[in-house]
């Protein structure tokens, strides 16, 4: 059976360094940091009292009051980004088979708030369940793309993918492959998270993930850094229209890049740590190369998973030295979540993006906040440094690792 090309021709974001696709690539090129004191509740007593929220967005200026009570802050970001993709897109939305396009969807909590706060309401009162007849729909993490669905008519597929942290790019690789075998023309894909809560920030601080650097918080993510303390929290959605490339150039869509493959494995190790010598992420980048067709010598960048967690990264890179060999120097290598924060399942579509931008652009955005030198880190490799760096690419790949051992890898191409 020949495969179809997949490609991608809309692109949305809602992160906490902007709130479109254009803020989003001002802010990681000029390496803003989104890291700042929380605003959503009063986090004196916790350990950690910041994390990259969003900034200056009204959810009302996007959709309608009701609606929006009607949704958990996730769902209204996979709202948000989802209609800033399919208006770039320009998809004919009266002329396209909706039978023929779907939404897959990734969230690695869903409707934490949600749960949260019904929970807490109950505990105040008289033990009488008075809980809100949208709680359930508010909460499951599947209801993203419903909503998305419903707001569109979209009848294809319809689903949300949960591998912890790597849920959004499981959803692009199955957007991908639910193309490639004929199965639709279009696909909605992507993430959000909303995790910024009295939960998650208590659920993360009880686990020692989170950074601590309370007294200067837009310095606290800082991947492959010697002196990195945890990742920090962030929240937001990264949506990315992915179509058969004929049905694309038939309606002469602009292509932003090509999906060329994708990988998936497990660490089978740990429940939260990596395995320290990265086996399982030099499988997924290798079945990534062998899904995608390519060389290691093809790829030029890497936006890796890179959190700021003392295992993590140096795990990762000593596995990037395996796959790539005497390659792995001539490679472009950051994390965004210096920038960005750590946004959980939406992880993986907002640095999809920003790898397709940076094949776009020909620009490499920055680790900001790198000081301190790691002496478990390959001084060879090429980390790209506290400052963007111009370089004409052609492939570039995307990491994501998610609590369990979930790994999943993503690839994209320039066209010529």
Not at 179 to 185: A, E, F, P, Q
Not at 340 to 346: D, E, N, P, Q, S
């Amino acid at each position: 059976m020949q495969l179809k090309r997949v490609v991608v021709t809309g692109l949305g974001a809602l992160t906490p360094i902007g709130n479109n696709i254009e803020q989003y690539w001002n802010g990681l090129v000029n390496g803003v940091s989104g890291a700042a004191p929380i605003t959503y509740f009063d986090a004196a007593k916790f350990k950690t009292r910041f994390a990259c929220e969003l900034k200056d967005f009204d959810v009302n200026d996007h959709i309608h009051r009701r609606e929006a009570r009607r949704m958990d802050r996730f769902t209204q970001y996979a709202m948000v980004a989802s209609d800033e993709a399919i208006k770039d897109s320009k998809l004919d939305l009266d002329k396209v088979n909706k039978f023929r396009v779907g939404v897959i969807w990734g969230a690695g909590i869903g409707g934490l708030e949600t749960f949260q706060n019904e929970v807490l309401n109950y505990a105040k009162g008289d033990g009488t369940p008075k809980f809100n007849p949208f709680f359930i729909p508010k909460m499951i993490a599947d209801i993203a793309p419903g909503n998305i669905s419903i707001k569109n008519g979209f009848m294809g597929p319809n689903y949300t993918t949960v591998s912890a942290c790597a849920s959004s790019a499981n959803a692009i690789f199955d957007a991908l492959n639910s193309i490639r075998l004929g199965h639709c023309d279009v696909i909605v894909t992507g993430g959000s998270e909303a995790a910024v809560t009295i939960a998650g920030m208590g659920g993360f601080n009880a686990m020692h993930a989170l950074s601590t650097r309370n007294e200067t918080p837009e310095t606290a993510s800082r991947p492959f850094d010697g002196d990195r303390d945890g990742f920090v929290l962030g929240e937001g959605a990264g949506a990315l229209i992915l179509e058969e490339y004929e049905h694309a150039v038939a309606r002469g869509a602009k292509i932003y890049a090509e999906v060329i493959g994708g990988g998936l494995s497990s660490d089978a190790h740990h429940m939260t740590a990596p395995h320290p010598e990265g086996i399982g992420v030099i499988a997924v980048m290798k079945n990534c190369l062998e899904n995608a067709g390519i060389k290691p010598e093809e790829v030029e960048h890497i936006n890796t998973h890179g959190t700021s967690t003392p295992l993590g990264d140096v795990a990762e890179l000593k596995a990037i030295s395996e796959v790539f060999g005497d390659h792995a120097k001539n490679i472009n290598i950051n994390s965004t979540k210096s920038m960005t924060g750590h946004l959980l399942g939406a992880a993986g579509a907002i640095e999809a993006i920003a790898s397709i931008l940076a094949l776009e652009h020909g620009i490499i955005p920055p680790t900001i906040n790198h000081s301190v030198v790691d002496e478990n880190i390959n001084p060879e490799l090429n980390l790209t440094l506290n400052k963007a760096e111009k370089r004409p690419i052609k492939v570039a790949m995307s990491n994501t690792f998610g609590f369990g051992g979930h790994n999943a890898c993503v690839a994209f191409k320039k066209l010529d």
